[in-house]
């Protein structure tokens, strides 16, 4: 009866230790292989992607240049300084000074046009208060209404008003 309750003996440990070695040897080539199936999906992935971004581009077509709009026949054309005051103030002048870009061989005369360009200016800037033409976006509207303007009386002929110089005082 004591032989039956004895421990086993230490030989019985040995396949403990072979079976954990062949659990890690086992988990070790598990992941080798899903490194491997996982390295081959990501490559064939990023081949795929690289064929649909080559087709899409060669898909679009080519991008034209974009021709000046200052080709062609054109003049420039230095207006006179126009000073004024600005609205509702004796206090704040303004001295602006421009350029006009126009079309050459036109039906109107390029000083005709200057004339009638200076006082429409002149009109204009006398209605601005000082807060409308400050900072930048105050400058751009300026611009934006004085080439709108210019255009409309010019019927076309002129492309463009430059602004030059603007001083208030």
């Not at 403990?16 to 199936?37: C, D, K, V």
């Not at 064929?51 to 709009?69: F, G, L, N």
């Not at 000073?83 to 005369?109: C, F, H, P």
């Not at 000082?130 to 010019?154: C, F, M, T, Y």
């Amino acid at each position: 009866m004591a032989k039956a309750l004895a421990l086993p003996a230490p030989a019985d440990s040995a396949p403990t230790r072979e079976g954990s070695l062949s659990w890690l040897l086992t988990l070790g080539l598990l992941t080798l292989l899903s490194a491997a199936i996982g390295g081959g999906f990501g490559l064939v992935m990023v081949s795929g992607i690289e064929k649909r971004v080559e087709e899409k581009y060669k898909a679009q077509p080519e991008k034209a240049e974009v021709a000046s709009p200052y080709a062609g026949n054109i003049g420039i054309k230095k207006l006179a300084p126009v000073v004024t005051n600005l609205a509702a103030s004796t206090e704040d002048w303004v001295r602006v000074e421009a350029s006009i870009v126009y079309k050459m061989g036109a039906d109107q005369s390029p000083d005709v046009m200057t004339g009638e360009i200076r006082q429409d200016i002149l009109a204009y800037i006398r209605t601005l208060s000082l807060a409308q033409i400050q900072g930048p976006s105050g400058l751009l509207h300026l611009r934006e209404d004085l080439n709108e303007r210019v255009k409309l009386r010019s019927k076309g002929v002129i492309q463009e008003l430059v602004l030059e110089t603007l001083i208030v005082q």
